[in-house]
């Protein structure tokens, strides 16, 4: 599949043109957003550009986990189209992903349904993504928050599961995964846009950042109370990702246009896979300039 405003040659020629040079992925976190994502890994893929190792926070770790496995671009948006074109057996998915008995977000208070992550990856990866990090066929670093110790956790062995699930454990959504005696909350709360881990195991490093970035909703009408909470998170997120990337940026940032939607947004994927197309001139342009700069340092 050729991403949006891309000839059948583009593939060909960026290869000569990177002259052998690796590339390596990250994925931000940013909930629905990160549908945008897979519209990325869809240009790579018509590029012939294949990460030599990836990096995932949140939603970017469920997507670049299923990416690692060896689906390509293509294959993982069509999957998603199928999962969200039927609402009946999406809703029957995730009460099936539901965490077992009635669990509270703070005392005395109770939440009706909260996803048990592991549960949600097995109903919504597509069939065949491994069970450890070692299977995968593009090496793959994920980045959890430890609630206990207030920290990054960072995985790149083991079980894949429940790092991932631990990964996308957004507060107030999916309940914290426990792993290896340590219970795992989303993160993109420490760590939203985790790049710095992709440092030295490739040539080019490419940061996809879908935490958010300037502009204001047209919502007038006051937030309630559980998007008041998602917000929240999301403009923490933003922040974060915004220091990192002003302090030490990657080699290339790629930030499609979604700041206009909340993180459960899923029903508004098409917008948000249109978002994430309209970035692949800016991907190609950005992989090249960075080429230019080795190129450059070489020669020097």
Known sequence: MVATGMSMRTGGDLA????????????????????A??????????????????????????????????????ELRAHTEALLRNRLRLARRLFQSRARGRKRLFKGVGHPLLIDGERFLDAFWPAGVPERFED????????????????????EKGPLRPAVAGSMSL????????????????????????????????????????????????????????????????????????????DNPPDVLIAPAVHQYLALDIFKASRIFEAGDSCAALLRDGLLRAAGRLEAQRRD
Do not use: W
């Open 136 to 155: 995968l066929a593009i090496p793959l670093t994920v980045v959890a928050t430890d609630f206990r110790r207030r920290c990054e956790m960072v995985f």
């Open 37 to 74: 994502h897979i519209s990325v890994l869809e240009a790579l893929d018509a590029m012939g550009v294949r990460p030599v190792a990836m990096a995932g926070t949140s939603i970017g770790a469920i997507i670049g986990a299923a990416y690692a496995a060896g689906f390509s671009g293509a």
């Open 16 to 35: 000569e043109a990177l002259g052998g040079r690796t590339v390596a992925v990250a994925l931000g976190g940013g909930g629905a957003r990160g549908l």
């Open 171 to 246: 507060p107030g959504v999916v309940r914290a995964t426990k792993s290896e005696g340590h219970y795992l909350v989303d993160g993109g709360l420490v760590n939203p846009l985790p790049y710095e881990h992709l440092a030295g195991k490739a040539d080019i490093i490419v940061a996809v950042n879908v935490s958010g970035n300037s502009g204001a909703e047209a919502e007038t009408r006051a937030p309630t109370a559980f998007q008041t909470m998602i917000v929240a998170t999301q403009i923490l997120m933003s922040s974060i990702s915004a220091r990192m990337i002003e």
